[in-house]
């Protein structure tokens, strides 16, 4: 058995993904956890491993045809080559679903990465991210007048240093 790869439109890959389930395909949308700021709060979200792609399993017996699928809602069209579409191997697939099943969630700030404070106190400093603690805050190592002071903020309140 083999894959067809799918190219949807931007933002719609849970839609393709919905609506090509309910016409009886089976299809799949490999998914990334990934720590985000948004609207001000801290969040795990979900968010496609590639985004604007996913697969649906081609019938090699003929018994499903692939015109429909070009014509879902949310779907561009079949990645092919000429007029022969992409196929993906089985085990690729199978493979990429072993790995989303033993992922962790990607963090926002990893230890040793320099950032930049956005609000409060102070606002504009520089330090260096820790770690983030059980009450969902990230220390936060800082240098203030001179001495090396670990200081907790929300994740919201910090931004990648250039």
Sequence with gaps: MSWLVVHTKPRQESEALLQLERQGYEAY???????????????????????????????????????????????????????????????????????EAQQGVQPLFTPGQVVQITQGPFIGLEGVFQMTDGEQRALVLIELLSKPVVLKVAPAQLKRAH
Excluded: N
Excluded at 52 to 69: H, K, M, N, T
Excluded at 71 to 84: C, D, I, M, P
């Design 29 to 99: 949308l490999p998914l990334l956890k990934v720590e985000s700021v948004r609207r001000g709060k801290y969040d795990e979200r979900l968010l496609p491993l590639f985004p604007r792609y996913l697969f649906v399993r081609a019938c090699e017996d003929g018994s499903q045809s692939w015109g429909p699928i070009r014509y879902t809602r949310g779907v561009q069209r079949l990645v092919s080559f000429g007029h022969e579409p992409a196929l993906m191997a089985d085990s690729a697939v199978e493979w990429l679903r072993g790995q």
